[in-house]
């Protein structure tokens, strides 16, 4: 079966610093992965995924993440965080042959101004 | 208008009700899921269904159940609503599970 760690449960960081999530998955063969982001009061919206390819995988506003297949991670990282980037933050897998995503437990991220 | 639509929006129940969260979507999507949301916990896979003909039981079915009654209708039901199902629940689609999700708003249910 397909699991996620996300070993950060809550984040506190200043504007402007630099943010990395950590996210590990348990799946022997090939993986999807994907970093989704919920505002406050929000629904789940898509930052980036990674199917194939590139390992340094770039989403929007900003983020990027990359997949270590060695280390079973795909951690989310920003240069420079703003105040707008605080909400939850979900890593999910979908392993080859399972034919729906799971989901780590969420960091929430606060960003002081 | 929202690809993804769920309602009631938020929805206050007593124990032992039955009641039925709706889900429609634009997307054209083939595969419809329904999950909780608990803080600490994550998104926990309730149902999903991959065509109408196709229902199938995540890891927390127990309590609910569903039903699809089009390619653009997913509906899922708590038969004898209790406390401890009181959780945000979300539906999504995908047209391929590789290709990520799109959300409905979700519905806030609580029981009481």
């Known amino acids: 079966a397909q699991s996620v760690s996300q070993h950060n449960h809550h984040v506190i960081l200043s504007e402007a610093a630099s943010l990395e999530l950590g996210c590990n998955y348990s799946y022997g063969g090939t993986v999807n992965l994907f970093w989704y982001v919920q505002y406050p009061g929000q629904h789940l919206q898509l930052l980036l995924k990674y199917f194939s390819g590139d390992p340094l995988v770039k989403g929007i506003k900003g983020f990027e993440a990359e997949f270590i297949k060695s280390k079973f991670s795909f951690n989310l990282r920003k240069p420079s965080v703003q105040w707008s980037d605080t909400a939850e933050y979900f890593c999910a897998v979908n392993g080859g042959g399972y034919q729906k995503v799971t989901f780590g437990t969420g960091t929430k991220l606060q960003v002081i101004p | 208008d929202a690809d993804v639509t769920q309602t009631p929006r938020n929805r206050i129940t007593k124990t032992g009700k039955r009641i039925m969260l709706e889900c429609s979507q634009t997307?054209?999507?083939?595969?419809m899921y329904w999950y909780r949301q608990d803080p600490g916990l994550g998104l926990r896979l309730i149902y999903y269904s991959f065509d109408v003909k196709d229902i199938n039981k995540g890891e927390i079915s127990d309590g609910y159940s569903v039903s699809r009654q089009a390619q653009a209708k997913f509906s899922l039901s708590l038969e004898s609503a209790i406390p401890n199902q009181t959780a945000l629940y979300f539906c999504?689609?995908?047209?391929?599970?590789?290709?990520?999700?799109?959300f409905g708003s979700g519905t806030r249910l609580t029981v009481v």
């Open positions: 997307k054209g999507h083939d595969r």
């Open positions: 999504a689609t995908s047209a391929n599970g590789g290709y990520g999700y799109t």
